[in-house]
Protein backbone atom coordinates (compact mmCIF):
# COMPACT_ATOMS: atom_id res chain seq x y z
CA UNK A 1 0.00 0.00 0.00
CA UNK A 2 1.35 3.17 -0.59
CA UNK A 3 2.71 5.13 2.05
CA UNK A 4 0.74 8.69 3.46
CA UNK A 5 2.32 11.82 3.74
CA UNK A 6 0.93 13.39 7.20
CA UNK A 7 2.02 16.92 7.68
CA UNK A 8 3.91 18.18 10.56
CA UNK A 9 1.60 19.73 12.60
CA UNK A 10 2.27 20.75 16.58
CA UNK A 11 0.12 20.13 19.22
CA UNK A 12 -0.95 22.54 22.01
CA UNK A 13 0.37 20.33 24.66
CA UNK A 14 -1.92 22.10 28.09
CA UNK A 15 -5.24 21.33 25.40
CA UNK A 16 -3.91 17.82 24.85
CA UNK A 17 -3.26 17.37 28.44
CA UNK A 18 -7.16 17.17 29.28
CA UNK A 19 -7.59 13.74 27.42
CA UNK A 20 -8.39 11.28 30.45
CA UNK A 21 -7.24 7.61 30.66
CA UNK A 22 -11.16 6.93 29.62
CA UNK A 23 -11.34 8.79 26.83
CA UNK A 24 -11.26 7.93 22.64
CA UNK A 25 -8.07 9.89 20.75
CA UNK A 26 -7.93 10.76 16.92
CA UNK A 27 -4.88 9.72 16.07
CA UNK A 28 -5.68 10.08 12.12
CA UNK A 29 -8.81 10.97 10.79
CA UNK A 30 -9.14 6.98 9.98
CA UNK A 31 -7.65 6.32 13.22
CA UNK A 32 -8.32 5.81 17.05
CA UNK A 33 -6.91 4.68 20.05
CA UNK A 34 -8.81 4.10 23.37
CA UNK A 35 -9.91 1.77 26.02
CA UNK A 36 -11.62 -1.34 25.41
CA UNK A 37 -14.51 0.43 27.43
CA UNK A 38 -15.61 2.06 24.73
CA UNK A 39 -17.15 -0.87 22.89
CA UNK A 40 -19.40 -1.69 25.83
CA UNK A 41 -22.92 -2.15 24.87
CA UNK A 42 -23.67 1.60 27.12
CA UNK A 43 -20.96 3.11 24.79
CA UNK A 44 -22.32 5.65 21.59
CA UNK A 45 -18.68 6.29 20.97
CA UNK A 46 -18.62 3.05 17.82
CA UNK A 47 -21.87 4.17 16.53
CA UNK A 48 -21.24 8.12 16.68
CA UNK A 49 -17.85 7.85 14.85
CA UNK A 50 -18.90 5.72 12.49
CA UNK A 51 -16.06 2.94 12.97
CA UNK A 52 -16.21 0.10 10.92
CA UNK A 53 -13.33 -1.77 12.02
CA UNK A 54 -11.54 -2.61 15.68
CA UNK A 55 -8.36 -4.14 16.69
CA UNK A 56 -8.47 -5.88 20.29
CA UNK A 57 -4.66 -6.10 21.36
CA UNK A 58 -5.22 -8.55 24.33
CA UNK A 59 -8.49 -7.08 26.04
CA UNK A 60 -11.33 -9.09 24.43
CA UNK A 61 -14.04 -6.68 23.38
CA UNK A 62 -16.49 -6.15 25.78
CA UNK A 63 -19.09 -6.96 22.95
CA UNK A 64 -19.34 -7.41 19.27
CA UNK A 65 -21.93 -5.21 16.79
CA UNK A 66 -23.10 -5.72 13.97
CA UNK A 67 -21.24 -4.22 10.94
CA UNK A 68 -17.81 -4.32 12.60
CA UNK A 69 -15.42 -6.29 11.24
CA UNK A 70 -12.82 -7.55 14.45
CA UNK A 71 -9.45 -8.21 14.92
CA UNK A 72 -8.17 -9.96 18.25
CA UNK A 73 -4.58 -9.92 18.64
CA UNK A 74 -3.63 -11.73 21.74
CA UNK A 75 -0.24 -10.35 23.57
CA UNK A 76 0.10 -9.33 27.52
CA UNK A 77 1.13 -5.85 27.92
CA UNK A 78 4.42 -7.48 29.18
CA UNK A 79 8.01 -5.90 28.33
CA UNK A 80 8.48 -9.69 27.15
CA UNK A 81 5.79 -10.42 25.04
CA UNK A 82 6.47 -10.27 20.98
CA UNK A 83 4.95 -7.25 19.37
CA UNK A 84 6.52 -7.92 15.69
CA UNK A 85 3.29 -10.37 15.06
CA UNK A 86 0.76 -8.25 16.41
CA UNK A 87 2.10 -5.68 14.71
CA UNK A 88 3.03 -6.79 11.19
CA UNK A 89 -1.43 -8.39 11.61
CA UNK A 90 -2.45 -4.93 12.53
CA UNK A 91 -0.80 -3.32 9.93
CA UNK A 92 -1.76 -5.80 7.03
CA UNK A 93 -5.79 -5.66 8.88
CA UNK A 94 -5.72 -1.31 8.27
CA UNK A 95 -4.54 -1.62 5.49
CA UNK A 96 -7.45 -4.11 4.13
CA UNK A 97 -9.54 -1.83 6.14
CA UNK A 98 -8.76 1.10 3.83
CA UNK A 99 -8.64 -0.38 0.43
CA UNK A 100 -12.18 -2.09 1.18
CA UNK A 101 -15.12 -0.50 -1.19
CA UNK A 102 -17.41 0.14 1.61
CA UNK A 103 -20.58 2.09 1.58
CA UNK A 104 -19.06 4.17 3.91
CA UNK A 105 -15.43 5.23 5.09
CA UNK A 106 -13.55 2.53 7.32
CA UNK A 107 -12.72 4.31 10.58
CA UNK A 108 -10.73 2.10 12.90
CA UNK A 109 -10.48 1.76 16.68
CA UNK A 110 -7.49 0.05 18.30
CA UNK A 111 -8.18 -0.57 21.53
CA UNK A 112 -6.63 -2.26 24.56
CA UNK A 113 -7.07 -2.58 28.28
CA UNK A 114 -6.47 1.03 29.02
CA UNK A 115 -5.56 2.53 25.66
CA UNK A 116 -1.86 3.14 27.54
CA UNK A 117 0.90 0.80 26.14
CA UNK A 118 -0.40 -2.13 23.93
CA UNK A 119 -2.44 0.18 21.45
CA UNK A 120 -0.15 2.86 21.30
CA UNK A 121 2.27 0.54 20.64
CA UNK A 122 1.14 -1.08 17.70
CA UNK A 123 -0.20 2.08 16.19
CA UNK A 124 3.36 3.62 16.10
CA UNK A 125 4.52 0.64 14.50
CA UNK A 126 1.73 1.12 11.83
CA UNK A 127 2.73 5.26 11.33
CA UNK A 128 6.34 3.61 10.57
CA UNK A 129 5.48 1.45 8.45
CA UNK A 130 2.53 3.65 6.44
CA UNK A 131 3.34 7.40 7.35
CA UNK A 132 7.18 7.25 6.99
CA UNK A 133 7.47 8.89 10.66
CA UNK A 134 10.59 8.20 12.55
CA UNK A 135 9.47 6.37 16.02
CA UNK A 136 9.92 9.67 18.13
CA UNK A 137 7.39 11.47 15.51
CA UNK A 138 5.01 8.59 15.62
CA UNK A 139 5.10 8.42 19.27
CA UNK A 140 4.66 12.64 20.01
CA UNK A 141 1.60 12.30 17.65
CA UNK A 142 0.64 9.53 19.56
CA UNK A 143 1.33 11.12 23.09
CA UNK A 144 0.21 15.13 22.06
CA UNK A 145 -3.27 13.36 21.39
CA UNK A 146 -3.44 11.11 24.23
CA UNK A 147 -1.37 11.92 26.86
CA UNK A 148 -1.55 9.38 28.99
CA UNK A 149 0.52 6.98 26.52
CA UNK A 150 3.25 5.15 27.36
CA UNK A 151 4.35 2.35 25.95
CA UNK A 152 6.39 -0.47 28.25
CA UNK A 153 10.18 -0.24 28.21
CA UNK A 154 9.99 -3.79 26.32
CA UNK A 155 8.24 -2.12 23.85
CA UNK A 156 10.09 0.55 23.25
CA UNK A 157 12.81 -1.15 22.64
CA UNK A 158 11.27 -3.24 20.10
CA UNK A 159 9.99 -0.27 18.23
CA UNK A 160 13.44 0.72 18.16
CA UNK A 161 14.53 -1.91 16.60
CA UNK A 162 11.75 -1.91 14.43
CA UNK A 163 12.44 1.65 13.19
CA UNK A 164 16.61 0.40 12.60
CA UNK A 165 15.34 -1.93 10.43
CA UNK A 166 13.00 0.09 8.45
CA UNK A 167 15.28 3.25 8.42
CA UNK A 168 18.57 2.18 9.68
CA UNK A 169 18.90 3.94 12.62
CA UNK A 170 16.56 4.98 15.48
CA UNK A 171 15.46 8.56 16.14
CA UNK A 172 15.82 7.44 19.71
CA UNK A 173 18.88 8.03 22.10
CA UNK A 174 20.56 4.49 21.60
CA UNK A 175 20.15 3.93 25.41
CA UNK A 176 16.58 4.98 26.04
CA UNK A 177 14.57 2.30 27.36
CA UNK A 178 11.80 3.84 29.29
CA UNK A 179 9.75 6.97 28.30
CA UNK A 180 9.18 9.49 30.89
CA UNK A 181 6.47 8.09 33.25
CA UNK A 182 4.78 11.90 33.72
CA UNK A 183 3.31 13.36 31.30
CA UNK A 184 4.79 16.60 30.87
CA UNK A 185 8.05 15.23 30.30
CA UNK A 186 6.57 12.86 27.97
CA UNK A 187 4.84 15.58 25.74
CA UNK A 188 8.70 17.75 26.25
CA UNK A 189 11.13 14.64 25.59
CA UNK A 190 8.86 13.51 22.18
CA UNK A 191 8.25 17.58 21.00
CA UNK A 192 9.05 17.36 16.81
CA UNK A 193 12.53 17.96 15.89
CA UNK A 194 12.69 19.22 12.69
CA UNK A 195 16.12 17.71 12.01
CA UNK A 196 14.77 14.65 12.57
CA UNK A 197 12.01 14.51 10.70
CA UNK A 198 11.69 15.65 6.69
CA UNK A 199 8.28 14.50 6.51
CA UNK A 200 8.76 14.47 2.66
CA UNK A 201 6.97 11.25 1.76
CA UNK A 202 5.10 11.18 -1.29
CA UNK A 203 0.89 11.27 -0.87
CA UNK A 204 -1.62 8.78 -1.60
CA UNK A 205 -5.40 8.84 -2.38
CA UNK A 206 -7.59 7.50 1.38
CA UNK A 207 -10.28 5.39 0.48
CA UNK A 208 -11.63 7.09 4.00
CA UNK A 209 -11.77 10.60 3.17
CA UNK A 210 -11.18 12.65 0.15
CA UNK A 211 -7.87 15.19 -0.33
CA UNK A 212 -4.83 15.01 1.02
CA UNK A 213 -4.37 13.48 4.68
CA UNK A 214 -1.95 15.57 5.24
CA UNK A 215 -3.39 18.66 5.26
CA UNK A 216 -6.34 17.84 6.99
CA UNK A 217 -4.46 15.89 9.65
CA UNK A 218 -3.24 19.33 10.99
CA UNK A 219 -6.50 20.38 11.83
CA UNK A 220 -7.59 17.00 13.09
CA UNK A 221 -4.32 17.52 15.47
CA UNK A 222 -4.95 21.09 16.61
CA UNK A 223 -8.17 20.40 18.10
CA UNK A 224 -6.76 17.33 20.01
CA UNK A 225 -9.15 15.23 19.80
CA UNK A 226 -10.03 12.99 22.96
CA UNK A 227 -12.88 12.45 21.30
CA UNK A 228 -15.55 11.87 23.84
CA UNK A 229 -15.24 10.43 26.94
CA UNK A 230 -16.01 6.62 26.45
CA UNK A 231 -18.77 5.76 28.81
CA UNK A 232 -17.67 2.82 31.57
CA UNK A 233 -19.38 -0.46 31.18
Not at 80 to 92: G, V
Not at 154 to 175: T, Y
Not at 204 to 233: C, D, T, W, Y
Amino acid sequence: MPKIKVSKAKANSAQSTKATPDSVSLILPYLYIGPCSATSSTSTFLARQGITHIISVGKKPNSTRDGITYLRLTIEDNPSADLSKACTEATAFIDQARGAKNAKPSKIFVHCSAGISRSPSVVAFYLMQRCDMSLRRALGLIVRARPNACPNYGFVVQLKQAEVDLRGSSSLPPDLMFLPSKKEERLAFLEEDPQLDDGNVESSKSASMSGNIGKQHGKFLRRLVAVNSAESP
